[in-house]
């Protein structure tokens, strides 16, 4: 059993910008994002949503490649996780996006990690087909992947969680664990600004692992 559980989430968290964006701007046309508004307004569900928007990529896997590296993954994110692991704390990654692109980052920056995430595959020449997880407890309609069963599921292993978003659709899984474990950027800070609910902010993930580890470097 670990003495406490970081859940994460990794576009926009782990990494400065997310995969989504980036792709549409780099490599797709004026009207890529309209899926992602669709979202917005409530006519598709996150999951469809990105869905599409990868359904619709159309280019060399190496150009692809080329976006999934500027998304600019934290640099000091492999030292941050081996203070985390020597005090006690296990890390967990929550994504609604895809594995394809996480997996290739991480294993990139020689981490290790347990990733709840969409599984995918890039096609010749595009696109990207992000499917939902089969037989996982973590499956959700909505995003592919469930954070706060992902959240409930460390909190019956642990008796310490926190869990770092930026997203919107990070809200229910921030909203379970304390306010003082609770990192936030982006529209996951606006969404918990405007309901009166306390967060800690960071600029990038290392400043999360720093602030778990400030009180003694035990959970």
């Known amino acids: 059993m670990p003495d406490a559980i970081l859940v994460s989430d990794f576009d926009g968290t782990m990494t400065s910008h997310d995969f989504f964006r980036l792709v549409a701007e780099r490599l797709m ?30 280019a060399p896997e190496d150009d692809v490649v080329a976006v999934v590296r500027s998304m600019e993954l934290d640099p000091g994110l492999a030292g941050s996780l081996a203070r985390l692991r020597q005090a006690g704390w296990e890390v967990v990654v929550a994504s609604a996006g895809c594995g394809w692109y996480i997996g ?22 595009g696109p990207l087909v992000m499917e939902a997880p089969k037989d996982s407890p ?62 800690r902010p960071y600029a990038v993930w290392s400043e999360v692992a720093e602030a778990l580890l400030a009180a003694g470097g035990k959970p």
């Open 29 to 58: 046309g004026p009207d890529a994002l309209d899926p992602w508004e669709a979202y917005k307004a409530g006519r598709l569900s996150h999951f469809a949503a990105l869905h599409e928007i990868f359904g619709n990529i159309r």
């Open 104 to 125: 290739r980052l991480l294993a990139e920056a020689g981490v290790t990690l347990v990733v709840h995430a969409n599984p995918g595959q890039y096609r010749p020449g």
């Open 138 to 199: 973590f499956s959700c309609e909505d995003t592919g992947v469930d954070k706060a069963a992902v959240v409930r599921d460390a909190l019956s292993r642990a008796t310490v969680v926190a869990f770092a978003g930026d997203g919107g659709a990070d809200l229910p899984a921030s909203l379970l664990v304390p306010a003082d474990l609770r990192f936030a950027r982006h529209e996951l800070a606006e969404a918990l600004a405007a309901r009166g609910e306390k967060f």
